[in-house]
């Protein structure tokens, strides 16, 4: 491409004459006329041989190409994320609200009467650097079922409106959000909305006026719920008892890594 013929200008340019290897310390030769600017559809340097050497090829990926397929840390397969992903991109959905924050929510099944419904969120941080999300469940039945989702990037003040809309739609769906980041500024908005629905964390420690656990609003994340939530969303989506139809939560899947340690 124009793009990689710049760059391979750039190092005949700047080529070094050797480099060093920074496990044993000696120099190395390089010689430009043997060495092949492109391999494997990449674009190459001796600064990038040398790196990828000392890192191994699952931090070359990680570090260097800046992806986590292939690293040996995914949660899932690749033949299961390609059926997910593959089954994602089949599915239709409705634009039920044409203007605003909500015209990107998507609806893959209408809410029905009688039926009882999650609606979950991850919030932004408010400085743009990341997207919030919304994901509406039908929770009657044998299994869990995606009914709509949202990805955008809003403030989490603002988010709150969208949740409360999004609920009510959903016959008064159990809000739950997350309270981190974003969160917490959310969660009030939504209380003081007097959206009642709302999730609150049940504590270890007694409540002395009432007698009772004392309770915290919106869901508290840490390595045992992350540990306990990764496991049964891993069997679920092996066994094909949750379905994913969204092409955006489908993507997610592909840099889904964590340590079960």
């Not at 391999?39 to 191994?56: A, E």
């Not at 299994?143 to 809309?165: D, F, H, M, N």
């Not at 094909?240 to 592909?254: G, K, S, W």
Request: with cysteine; glycine share 8%.
């Amino acid at each position: 491409t124009k793009k990689a013929g710049g760059h391979i200008k750039f190092l005949n340019k700047t080529w070094p004459d050797e480099i060093e290897d920074h496990k044993t310390k000696k120099r190395i030769p390089v010689f430009k006329k043997k060495y092949e600017f492109i391999c494997d559809g990449k674009i190459r340097s001796p600064w990038y041989d040398s790196m990828s050497r000392r890192l191994g090829p699952a931090k070359t990926l990680r570090e260097l190409d800046c992806t986590f397929v292939g690293t040996g840390g995914e949660v899932l397969k690749q033949d299961l994320i390609r059926e997910i992903d593959t089954y994602a991109r089949t599915i239709k959905f409705k634009k039920i609200y044409k203007r605003g924050l909500l015209s990107s929510y998507k609806e893959f099944e209408s809410p029905k009467d009688g039926e009882e419904y999650l609606l979950t969120s991850d919030v932004m941080t408010g400085d743009g650097s990341d997207y919030s999300t919304v994901v509406i469940l039908k929770v009657t039945g044998d299994s869990p079922l995606i009914c709509g989702t949202l990805r955008l990037q809003v403030q989490p003040k603002y988010l709150a409106q969208i949740i409360k809309e999004l609920a009510k739609r959903f016959n008064n769906a159990l809000v739950v959000v997350e309270n981190q980041g974003g969160g917490s500024t959310t969660l009030q908005e939504l209380k003081e909305m007097n959206v009642k629905n709302l999730y609150y964390s049940t504590l270890r420690k007694k409540d002395e006026s009432t007698g009772g656990q004392k309770r915290k609003i919106g869901f508290w994340q840490d390595d045992s719920t992350r540990t306990k939530g990764g496991d049964v969303l891993e069997i679920i989506l092996i066994e094909r008892e949750l379905l994913i139809p969204c092409v955006n939560l489908a993507n997610e899947f592909y840099t889904w890594i964590w340590s079960k340690s």
